[in-house]
């Protein structure tokens, strides 16, 4: 078992940034890989980007170059570095951990991350 808490949604103008940060308790296996997906209203959940404790990475094509994933596994932290945000990024954002990068998946409660201006 997992345990994931989310932070750092928001409200943010067309090319702005947004940091998240996501604390994982619990199993150190289930928590291997460790990311995020996102939801969109009207949309289905879709991958945003997934590291591995030996750093192994994985981006949604929409958002390399803009957003950059990073673990800190003295903390059991995962975070996402979102730069030139789009009001296309605009969903609900949830912490993913997993055994391996193809999951299956223990979530968190998401947050909101809404770009507009």
């Known amino acids: 078992q997992v345990q994931l808490v989310e932070s750092g949604g928001g409200l943010v103008q067309p090319g702005g940034s947004l940091r998240l940060s996501c604390a994982a308790s619990?199993?150190?296996?289930?928590?291997?890989?460790m990311g995020w997906h996102r939801q969109a209203p009207g949309k289905q959940r879709e991958l945003v980007a997934v590291?591995?404790?030996?750093?192994?990475?994985n981006y949604a094509d929409s958002v390399k170059g803009r957003f950059t994933i990073s673990r800190d596994d003295a903390k059991n932290t995962v975070y996402l570095q979102m730069n030139s945000l789009k009001p296309e990024d605009t969903a609900v954002y949830y912490c993913?951990?997993?055994?391996?990068?193809?999951?299956?998946?223990?979530w968190g409660q998401g947050t909101q991350v809404t770009v507009s201006s």
């Open positions: 993913n951990a997993g055994a391996t990068m193809a999951g299956p998946w223990y």
């Open positions: 619990g199993s150190s296996f289930s928590s291997n890989a």
């Open positions: 590291i591995t404790r030996r750093g192994r990475l």
